[in-house]
């Protein structure tokens, strides 16, 4: 078990957290910065795969997908760094079923499950695409609340409002899609008057869109109106905002029986932001933690193990390490969707398939527990390293300005 927090490190916390909300800057890290990870990568994903699908290129060309694939695979590999800490280490020792027991069962499970048949590949598939509405939703969230810690004026009730609209957009966009998928596949061999489809479906898609919007502009006026911007609530977290509540909106319009090439491409028009927000957050808590520390807080060279050393010097070989990592993965991938169709039910295929999506599950699981604030220990080892350190962010210095 962790040793026991004395009464000064009780308060050293305390005095880091409340940095988090006397900074006077509403940046999470920097205006490069947040623009490159936090604002920015939601446009860029939509405007790419636009094009993509306007211009009916296939998914199996190598040049559209392999450098998503890699983003995506990469972005996985900073949650398990987490256990390269060795006060993370002995914490987790002292809760060994949920850090180590359970995930290794989440992967053993994924694997067999895709091995054993047909529905169990699909039901590790619908698991994993699931979960990965709801870990974008709350990392959408808990970013969201970042911005609010930026800033001490924030109220309470804008914070509940900004995730009351996150959710919402968020559900009306999932449920609708699913809807029109769900009733093409069933209705189609009947006939029967399907709203989700055709002319009615578009006029459903706009709607939602015009809803989700309404609301965006109307709660932007309201705190307009109430003279909030530029006190109680920053620009920069409605700039956020309006890309959380964006975020699956390309999901309406995936065909209503979509091919493979359409579901990666609308996918990843959703994830990009996803993971550069990711790997965003996590590079900060890093440079934080065990390369630069804080003010008037050295890093900590006793819990750091040599790989994490090494991966703290320079952010070149932290990139590289997600990248080796990412490779790898995207590698697999790459060999599974390229089979010849003989081998496209061989244990082979359905057991490289079920790692990829076990692994994901693990990262899903994990990073309920990493990034739960309600935990003692996550706000000891994590909340302090995320405060803003003025001068440090500019986006491509390997060690901080």
């Keep these: 078990m962790a040793a026991e927090l004395t009464v000064s490190d009780k308060q050293s916390i305390r005095d880091a957290v409340q940095g988090m909300h006397s900074s006077r800057t509403r940046w999470l890290a ?16 939509f405007v790419y795969f636009g094009m993509m699908l306007a211009l009916k290129v296939p998914a199996n060309r190598v040049w559209v997908f392999l450098p998503l694939l890699l983003l995506a695979y990469a972005h996985q590999a900073p949650t398990f760094f987490f ?77 509940r409002k900004d995730r009351l609209l996150i959710y919402g957009a968020s559900i009306l966009f999932c449920g609708l899609a699913g809807a029109r998928i769900y009733s093409a596949e069933s209705l189609a061999a009947t006939h029967s008057i399907n709203v989700f489809l055709d002319g009615q479906g ?9 809803i989700a919007g309404g609301c965006l502009i109307g709660y932007g006026a309201w705190i307009f109106a109430a003279g909030r911007f530029g006190g109680s609530y920053s620009y920069q977290n409605f700039i956020f905002l309006a ?30 932001a996803h993971y550069l927000q990711y790997l965003g957050l996590t590079w900060m808590l890093q440079r934080n933690k065990y390369s630069l520390g804080m003010p008037g807080r050295d890093p900590d060279p006793a819990i750091r193990t ?7 010097r320079n952010a070149a070989y932290l990139a590289l390490g997600i990248l080796l990592y990412g490779g790898v993965m995207t590698l697999i991938r790459a060999t599974a969707a390229n089979v010849p169709p ?35 220990h996550v706000r000891e080892t994590v909340a302090p390293f995320l405060a803003h350190v003025p001068g440090r962010y500019t986006v491509l210095a390997g060690r901080g300005a």
């Excluded at 890309?243 to 959703?270: G, H, K, W």
Aim: charged share 10%.
């Design 30 to 45: 920097a205006p490069a910065f947040d623009t490159l990870f936090f604002q920015v990568p939601l446009i860029l994903g």
């Design 342 to 376: 003989e081998m496209e039910k061989s244990l082979l295929t359905r057991g490289s398939y079920g790692l990829l999506y076990g692994v994901a599950w693990v990262h899903f699981y994990l990073d309920g527990l990493f990034w739960t604030f309600r935990n003692p």
């Design 243 to 272: 890309t959380s509540v964006a975020t699956f909106a390309p999901l309406l319009y995936i065909p209503a029986r979509p091919t493979p090439d359409e579901i990666l491409l609308v996918q990843n028009m959703c994830l990009v």
């Design 83 to 159: 256990y390269l800490d060795r006060k993370n280490l002995s914490y987790y020792a002292g809760h060994a079923t949920k850090y180590f027991i359970v995930p290794i069962l989440l992967l053993g499970s994924a694997v067999g499950l895709s091995l054993w048949n047909d529905p169990g590949f699909f039901f590790v598939f619908f698991v994993m695409a699931s979960w990965q509405v709801w870990h974008t939703i709350r990392q959408n969230i808990g970013i969201a609340t970042l911005y609010h810690r930026r800033n001490p004026q924030a109220e309470m009730g804008t914070i």
């Design 202 to 210: 578009m006029l459903l898609n706009w709607l939602a869109v015009g």
């Design 306 to 312: 040599p790989l994490l050393s090494l991966l703290a």
